[in-house]
């Protein structure tokens, strides 16, 4: 009887140790941040929201899973333009700063991050550098930069921080050399997958599909009063510049001018602009209409970078644009004389 009773017993105790959840392992992510107290922060991750914290007495703190895919997340506080992200490597991690200053926040803890960190600051100083030079040519200050993001990326093919640093600088590159750094990749490990290798391969996909030759990807959103405008009822029997920008884009602002002066030109002659704004407050952007004299039809979503017909144009810096003409994209990204002697180009009968 005992015996049995013993076996009963070890039964029971294999079947709760069978049953019972292991504990979940985690770290945690410590937020500290100046000018913060009271404010709501969010934990993000592929562009999700996994969590939310109040900051107090600077501090807040998120307990996160341990996990496989464990590339990036990203802190978002309201009033910034954009989330701040990080590696974590599964780690304790520590976001030091200003709330008001996201730019100069830093993260302790994840040796993948001081990775990235160091070539932030090297492509920094290069920067600063560059803009030093008075005598070199703007473009070709945005060359060198361009060629030190790419030769990283092309050096550290296998290291995620690599692959961040290639999408994070998508805007500077065009598909073929897009294409030519993903190739390297692959090359390198064919098994290799990241969440921005893949984002960023994605990107590439989009931006072929709207080059110039390529026929319009069709959208339709709401004007100012809440009419919806169709891109392709409006470009009908029209040569149509399709002008993506905000009123918060000091670049856009500099270049309204060369927009309207080539709308004033050529209007009459059948030449028609839709502006899609990347604003979220409406009165700041209808303001910018109204002071830069941008008479032509305008819409947006409000929902900023997020804007769903900029994703359908790969939009990954504004300002940029898009010359339609029946159906089919013209040119791309064009401004001041290029975009007046284009718009002229096209227009003659």
Request: proline letters at 4%; aromatic letters at 14%.
């Given at each position: 009887m005992k015996t049995?009773?013993?076996l009963i017993g070890l039964m029971a105790l294999g079947l709760f140790a069978c049953t019972s959840k292991p504990k979940t392992e985690t770290f945690k992510i410590n937020v500290n941040l100046a000018n913060a107290d009271g404010k709501?922060?969010?934990?993000?991750?592929?562009?999700?929201?996994?969590?939310?914290?109040?900051?107090?007495?600077?501090?807040?703190?998120?307990?996160?899973?341990?996990?496989?895919d464990n590339e990036m997340y990203s802190v978002?506080?309201?009033?910034?333009?954009?989330a701040f992200p990080f590696f974590t490597d599964n780690n304790d991690v520590t976001i030091e700063g200003d709330a008001q200053n996201p730019?100069?926040?830093?993260?302790?803890g994840s040796a993948s991050q001081d990775r990235l960190m160091a070539f932030t600051e090297s492509y920094n100083a290069l920067e600063t550098k560059l803009e030093a030079d008075s005598t070199m040519a703007q473009a070709d200050?945005?060359?060198?930069?361009?060629?030190?993001?790419?030769?990283?990326?092309?050096?550290?093919?296998?290291?995620?921080?690599?692959?961040?640093?290639?999408?994070?600088?998508?805007?500077?590159?065009?598909?073929?050399e897009l294409r030519t750094m993903i190739d390297n990749i692959h090359h390198a490990d064919s098994t290799l997958i990241t969440k921005n290798l893949a984002m960023a391969e994605e990107y590439v996909e989009k931006q072929e599909r709207v080059q110039a030759g390529q026929s319009i990807i069709d959208f339709t959103q709401n004007d100012a009063d809440g009419n919806p405008v169709t891109l392709s009822d409006l470009a009908q029997g029209k040569l149509l510049l399709v002008d993506f920008w905000a009123s918060w884009c000091p670049d856009c602002r500099k270049a309204n001018p060369g927009v309207v002066a080539a709308y004033q030109k050529?209007?009459?002659?059948?030449?028609?602009?839709?502006?899609?704004?990347?604003?979220?407050?409406?009165?700041?952007?209808l303001a910018a209409i109204e002071k830069d004299g941008l008479t032509w039809t305008h819409v947006s979503d409000l929902q900023g970078w997020g804007n769903a017909a900029g994703?359908?144009?790969?939009?990954?810096?504004?300002?940029?644009?898009a010359l339609i003409k029946?159906?089919?994209?013209?040119?791309?990204?064009?401004?001041?004389?290029?975009?007046?002697?284009?718009?002229?180009?096209?227009?003659?009968?």
């Open positions: 049995r009773n013993l709501t922060v969010y934990l993000q991750k592929d562009g999700q929201t996994l969590d939310s914290a109040t900051i107090a007495n600077w501090d807040a703190v998120f307990e996160t899973p341990v996990c496989k978002m506080l309201k009033g910034w333009r954009r730019n100069a926040i830093v993260v302790k200050k945005d060359e060198i930069l361009k060629m030190h993001c790419f030769d990283y990326v092309w050096e550290n093919p296998t290291d995620p921080v690599a692959h961040y640093v290639m999408y994070r600088y998508k805007w500077a590159f065009g598909p073929c050529y209007h009459n002659q059948g030449f028609d602009i839709l502006g899609v704004s990347f604003d979220t407050d409406k009165e700041k952007w994703a359908l144009y790969a939009i990954a810096f504004i300002p940029q644009n029946n159906g089919v994209i013209v040119a791309r990204n064009l401004e001041g004389e290029a975009l007046m002697e284009e718009v002229g180009r096209q227009l003659q009968p």
